[in-house]
Nanobody, 116 residues
Framework: QVQLVESGGGLVQPGGSLKLSCEPSGDISSILLMGWYRRAQGKQRELVATVASSGVTSYADSAKGRFTISRDNAKNTLTLQMNSLKPEDTAVYYC??????????WGQGTQVTVSS
């Protein structure tokens, strides 16, 4: 079992920055990949970015060049640095973990609102 707790959401003006954090606990050694998804109101959940245990990262086109995902293995913390935020980035952001052999885990979500 893996538990995920997000933090760092909030209200920011367009063009601003926010940093989301996710702290996993439980069977951390079983985690193969971690990432961030988001769900905007009235829309389906979509992938934002992922980072594998190897360190390889992947981004949605909407996040490329603006967001940076990283994982601090020493602190067991996943972060998402979001810069140049746009109103369309407004959503609930969810931390995600894929653990061996193939179990998905989700955090409770944190609200990000980009508005002037």
């Amino acid at each position: 079992q893996v538990q995920l707790v997000e933090s760092g959401g909030g209200l920011v003006q367009p063009g601003g920055s926010l940093k989301l954090s996710c702290e996993p606990s439980g069977d951390i050694s079983s985690i193969l990949l971690m990432g961030w998804y988001r769900r905007a109101q009235g829309k389906q959940r979509e992938l934002v970015a992922t980072v594998a245990s190897s360190g390889v990262t992947s981004y949605a086109d909407s996040a490329k060049g603006r967001f940076t995902i990283s994982r601090d293995n020493a602190k067991n913390t996943l972060t998402l640095q979001m810069n140049s935020l746009k109103p369309e980035d407004t959503a609930v952001y969810y931390c995600y973990a894929l653990s061996w052999p193939q179990t998905n885990y989700w955090g409770q979500g944190t609200q990000v609102t980009v508005s002037s």
